[in-house]
């Protein structure tokens, strides 16, 4: 059984019990439902359609992919009958890596057998809003974790759908420390923000955002002090993990202890693009 929250009037927050405690949020209108991600697995989105019909009497008419993600976008097929909206980005990466990854994963995992890809249609780049219902969902290009995040933001009930911009520790080896940093001050900006959907783990309460993404941003700065310091000593991947995911003050066991490998591909991440930058300029110097 998923884990389902109702985080206010009219949102709902579905928890995948089988990877990585993946989010996927559901807006309830009275002209249909909005969907924001799937989970990783089919029977556990199938879970969340049986919710809509049975007990909301309504269907999905939008899904809202938040980035090209294997662990959010492999339920989309079974809402046919739905829009598919995403970044203009993601719909790329989607053709380029999430649907040869697909292929590999179906021959491996007969869960996924079923799994077929649907790439977003409606796409937006910097911001974007949905009407429906009366309500109005804002999207935005929120990019670090991955060039292709959107956040969704439930104006009229101030909740944001943070997608992996927000996670139990920072994840940016796949995107950028920079734009990551500059999407989690966006996410300060947010006026009356109340309750953050993180794409994974357990939703932050109003009281608690502004300090946990604090937290996050300081985190950033840390692990990157860390990695200069380790070039700087000529220092190799042992010395880089001698940072814990603790040293930075977060739990080790979060996500089932999953953020401690996400630490480690941060820093692995940062520690061959500084490495890189400073080749150049030694290269420029010698020029
Ligand atoms: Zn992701």
Same mark, same amino acid.
């Given at each position: 059984?998923?884990?389902?929250?109702?985080?206010?009037?009219h949102a709902?927050?579905?928890r995948?019990?089988?990877?990585a405690?993946?989010?996927?949020g559901?807006?309830a209108?009275?002209?249909?439902?909005v969907?924001?991600? @799937? =989970?990783?697995?089919?029977? %556990?989105? /199938?879970?969340?359609?049986?919710?809509?019909?049975?007990? #909301? +009497?309504?269907?999905?008419r939008?899904?809202?992919?938040?980035?090209?993600?294997a662990?959010?976008?492999?339920g989309?097929?079974?809402?046919?009958?739905?829009?598919?909206?995403?970044?203009?980005?993601?719909?790329?990466?989607m053709i380029?890596h999430?649907?040869?990854?697909?292929t590999?994963?179906?021959?491996?995992?007969?869960?996924?057998?079923?799994?077929?890809?649907?790439?977003? @249609? =409606?796409l937006?780049?910097e %911001?974007? /809003?949905?009407?429906?219902?009366?309500?109005?969902l804002? #999207? +935005?290009?929120s990019?670090?974790?991955?060039?292709?995040?959107?956040?969704?933001?439930f104006?009229?009930?101030?909740?944001?759908?943070a997608?992996?911009?927000?996670?139990?520790?920072?994840?940016f080896?796949n995107?950028?420390?920079?734009d990551?940093r500059?999407?989690?001050r966006a996410v300060?900006?947010?006026?009356r923000?109340?309750?953050?959907?993180?794409?994974h783990?357990?939703?932050? =309460?109003?009281?608690?955002v502004?300090?946990?993404?604090?937290?996050h941003l300081?985190?950033l700065?840390?692990v990157?002090?860390?990695?200069?310091e380790?070039?700087?000593?000529?220092?190799?991947?042992?010395e880089?993990?001698?940072?814990?995911?603790?040293?930075?003050?977060?739990?080790?066991t979060?996500?089932?202890?999953l953020?401690?490998?996400?630490h480690?591909?941060?820093?692995?991440?940062?520690y061959?693009?500084r490495?890189?930058?400073?080749?150049?300029?030694?290269?420029?110097?010698?020029?």
């Open positions: 059984m998923l884990r389902r929250e109702r985080v206010s009037d709902y927050v579905f995948s019990n089988l990877y405690h993946v989010n996927a559901i807006i209108t009275d002209e249909g439902c969907l924001i991600d @799937t =989970l990783p697995f089919p029977q %556990e989105t /199938a879970e969340i359609k049986r919710f809509v019909q049975d007990r #909301l +009497r309504s269907e999905v939008y899904i809202i992919l938040t980035h090209s993600h662990d959010h976008v492999y989309a097929h079974l809402f046919p009958q739905a829009e598919v909206i995403g970044h203009l980005l993601a719909r790329d990466m380029k999430t649907r040869p990854a697909l590999e994963a179906r021959k491996k995992n007969p869960a996924l057998s079923s799994v077929l890809l649907r790439l977003p @249609t =409606l937006t780049e %911001e974007a /809003a949905l009407r429906i219902g009366g309500f109005t804002v #999207l +935005r290009h990019p670090g974790h991955a060039p292709d995040v959107l956040n969704v933001y104006k009229d009930e101030k909740i944001l759908f997608s992996d911009t927000i996670m139990p520790i920072p994840f080896a995107g950028n420390i920079n990551l500059h999407s989690l300060l900006e947010i006026p923000l109340e309750d953050v959907v993180q794409g783990g357990p939703v932050l =309460l109003r009281g608690e502004r300090e946990i993404l604090g937290e300081a985190y700065d840390r990157e002090a860390h990695v200069d380790v070039l700087a000593n000529k220092g190799g991947k042992k880089l993990a001698r940072l814990s995911v603790e040293d930075c003050g977060f739990s080790a979060a996500l089932d202890g953020v401690q490998k996400l480690l591909a941060n820093m692995a991440t940062l061959a693009l490495r890189h930058q400073l080749l150049q300029k030694q290269k420029a110097a010698v020029a």
